[in-house]
C-alpha cells in the first residue's frame, strides 16, 4: 500500500492567516490526490480532488497543488468555519489517508 | 440534497457480528459506487470497502477480507456492511461514502457516521 504523510500534524493560525499543509506520498501518484476536512462529529468534506480541482460549492480561499508525491493544501485567509482537520487521499492504488493536519486557533 | 444516512452501528463482543445500512437519497443512487470508510478512535480515515453501481464488483482493505462484506439493494436505495468476527482493532466511526465517478475513489458525500464498538 503507498503511505502518505502530512505535516505539521498540527498547527495553530489566526483568522486571516494563510495555511499551507503538506501531503507526501511513499511513491508517485500522478495527480490521484484529494483533500478533505473533518469537523468532529461532522460528515467529512470533499474539498479539492485530483490535486487541484476545487470541489463545487467550496469557497476559493482553498487551494491545492503538487504532483508525483508531493502535494499542498492552501488555505488564504482562514476562516473561522476552517478550524478542522484535513486529510490527503490517494487513489493511484488501492486508497490511503494521510494522518491528518488539525488546524486550530491561536 | 445527497443525503447518507448510516445505522446499525453498536456494542458488541469480539467474535460478534454487526450489519451497517446506509439509507441515500438526494440522488439516482444506481450511479454511483458507495463506499464505506472508518475512523477508529484517535487515528486517520480508513477506507474499508467499495461496491459498483449494479453491485457485480466488489472490493475491500486486506484486513477485513473474509471478514466484512459490502452489499447494496438499489431498490431500497441502501447500501450495507455485514461485519463478521469482529476484533478489537475494528472498533471505530464508520462512515458511507459516495464516489464522484465511476470507480475512481474519490469521496464526494459522506454520511455522519455509526459508531462500532468492539469489547468484552
Known amino acids: 500500500d503507498i503511505q502518505m504523510t502530512q505535516s505539521p500534524s498540527s498547527l495553530s493560525a489566526s483568522v486571516g492567516d494563510r495555511v499551507t499543509i503538506t501531503c507526501r506520498a511513499s511513491q508517485s501518484v500522478g495527480i490521484y490526490l484529494n483533500w478533505y476536512q473533518h469537523k468532529p462529529g461532522k460528515a467529512p468534506k470533499l474539498l479539492i480532488y485530483?490535486?487541484?480541482s476545487l470541489q463545487s460549492g467550496v469557497p476559493s480561499r482553498f487551494s491545492g497543488s503538487g504532483s508525483g508525491t508531493d502535494f499542498t493544501l492552501t488555505i488564504s485567509g482562514l476562516q473561522p468555519e476552517d478550524f478542522a482537520t484535513y486529510y490527503c487521499?490517494?487513489?493511484?492504488?488501492?486508497?490511503?489517508f494521510g494522518p491528518g493536519t488539525k488546524v486550530d486557533i491561536k | 440534497e445527497v443525503q447518507l444516512v448510516e445505522s446499525g452501528g453498536g456494542l458488541v463482543q469480539p467474535g460478534g457480528s454487526l450489519r451497517l445500512s446506509c439509507a441515500a437519497s438526494?440522488?439516482?443512487?444506481?450511479?454511483?459506487?458507495m463506499s464505506w470508510v472508518r475512523q477508529a478512535p484517535g487515528k486517520g480515515l480508513e477506507w474499508v470497502a467499495n461496491?459498483?453501481?449494479?453491485?457485480?464488483?466488489?472490493k475491500c482493505v486486506d484486513s477485513v477480507k473474509g471478514r466484512f462484506t459490502i452489499s447494496r439493494d438499489n431498490a431500497k436505495n441502501s447500501v450495507y456492511l455485514q461485519m463478521n468476527s469482529l476484533r478489537v482493532e475494528d472498533t471505530a466511526v464508520y462512515y458511507c461514502?459516495?464516489?464522484?465517478?465511476?470507480?475512481?475513489?474519490?469521496?464526494?458525500?459522506w454520511g455522519q457516521g455509526t459508531l462500532v464498538t468492539v469489547s468484552s
Open positions: 461496491i459498483k453501481e449494479d453491485g457485480s464488483v466488489k
Open positions: 461514502a459516495r464516489q464522484l465517478g465511476g470507480s475512481t475513489t474519490i469521496f464526494d458525500s
Open positions: 487521499q490517494q487513489y493511484y492504488s488501492t486508497p490511503t
Open positions: 438526494g440522488f439516482t443512487f444506481t450511479s454511483n459506487w
Open positions: 485530483t490535486a487541484s
